[in-house]
């Protein structure tokens, strides 16, 4: 019974390498990765300067909410914070039954944390109180007022080992075309936005293949999180590449 057992596993296993993916499954791929390029690389002209989709969609949207949008995300910033305080303190039945609402919000006491000041820090840039380094225009009022509106249009969802994301964190805003966009634009040089991305493509991909190689990324396992596991399959099957 137990060779049967073994034989209907290889079994199952080799029928699951050998898969081909389905039309539906490509373009399930395909569809977000074009509008991806689409949204995020491919340089456009408007109203006569060259910038991204992205760009445009997040002027679109400063434009049709600007005068609420800070404000929702302040909202958002201090529901976050109120509920994972809720989840910690009180421990609601209902979010024990609720999977997602327990992810969300049952996080660890140093998230909560860092929930709690983003919220103040937020509150004090809304509406200008306490130090002004806190609230300026160089500071909270850029982050509130100016790199949101580009951010709050996507979302990324992925799962990596320690090691990866603490190398992709590391390394986000040496290229993140959105954080570039609006510094670009707050410096005035919109139409320089081109070369100005090239060249800071250039310079982040020969920093990001040399910061992970030394300390202390270096030293950061290539494992998954304990809790939770490997969460995707990077098996390649036989006679295919990688």
């Not at 603490?166 to 707050?186: G, M, P, R, Y």
């Not at 202390?216 to 006679?239: A, F, N, T, W």
Request: proline share 5%.
């Amino acid at each position: 019974m137990k060779v049967n057992s073994d034989a209907a596993g290889n079994l199952k296993t080799k029928l699951t390498l050998q898969h081909n993916p389905t039309t539906a499954e490509i373009l399930k791929f395909a569809i977000p990765s074009l509008l991806g390029v689409l949204l995020f690389l491919i340089p456009v002209t408007y109203n006569g300067k060259a910038t991204i989709v992205i760009g445009i969609m997040a002027d679109a949207i400063k434009g049709v909410a600007g005068a609420y949008l800070a404000q929702f995300m302040v909202g958002v910033l201090c529901l976050s914070a109120l509920f994972s305080l809720v989840c910690k303190l009180l421990r609601p039945n209902f979010s024990e039954g609720t999977s997602w609402f327990k992810a969300l919000f049952d996080v660890s006491w140093l998230w909560v944390s860092l929930r709690v000041i983003g919220a103040v820090f937020g509150v004090l840039t809304l509406f200008s109180l306490g130090p002004e380094f806190i609230h300026s225009d160089y500071t909270g009022g850029t982050i509130l007022y100016e790199l949101i509106p580009v951010l709050a249009v996507w979302f990324l969802l992925a799962a990596y080992t320690q090691r990866e994301a603490a190398v992709i964190a590391t390394n986000f805003s040496i290229a993140s075309i959105a954080f570039s966009f609006v510094i670009i634009n707050f410096m005035g040089l919109g139409h320089l936005f081109v070369p100005f991305y090239l060249t800071v493509i250039l310079a982040g991909v020969i920093t990001a293949m040399i910061i992970p190689r030394i300390p202390p990324l270096s030293r950061k396992k290539d494992v998954y999180y304990g809790p939770v596991g490997k969460q995707i399959d990077e098996v390649v099957p036989h006679g295919q590449s990688s």
